[in-house]
């Protein structure tokens, strides 16, 4: 049962990985590429999809990782469990604390009331974004090892 766990988080933070990855890498390269109207329109929908959807993906991996972490806490990879899951709080806090006050407001703006600065914030949401990313990759690498 332990096993099934262990390759069932895996497999839910490579996915949401996966997902902002993606965001990071493809999406709003694609979105920064379309006349500004069209960049705000895709930008507030996918704050509005994913917002959706990323709070329970990143509270429910950060979860999965904790029982494991408990209900293997005798067996090998334990210390590697428990750093990936700090790390997933990590990515929590810095989602509540800088990311979500940005998508907040961005997923709101259409093109007739974005703010003259909607670039910038845009831009800070990324920056942001990418320091999150590598740090949901390294829990990521993290529970792959324990795994072994």
């Not at 005798?74 to 990590?90: D, E, K, M």
Request: proline fraction near 4%.
């Amino acid at each position: 049962m332990l096993n099934a766990l262990e390759v069932f988080t895996t497999v839910v933070v490579g996915v949401m990985v996966g997902v902002e990855f993606s965001v990071a890498f493809v999406m709003n390269p694609i979105f920064n590429g379309l006349p500004d109207d069209s960049t705000v329109l895709a930008r507030a929908h996918g704050g509005r999809m994913l917002g959706a959807v990323m709070p329970v993906w990143y509270l429910g991996s950060l979860a999965l990782v904790a029982v494991w972490a408990v209900a293997g806490r005798h067996q090998g990879g334990t210390g590697l469990v428990v750093t990936a899951g700090a790390l997933l709080l990590v990515s929590v806090i810095m989602s509540v604390a800088l990311l979500v006050p940005i998508n907040n407001r961005g997923k709101t703006w259409t093109p007739e009331n974005r703010p003259a600065d909607w670039k910038r914030q845009a831009s800070r949401w990324d920056r942001y974004h990418y320091v999150r990313v590598a740090v949901i990759i390294a829990a990521f690498a993290l529970l792959v090892t324990a795994l072994v």
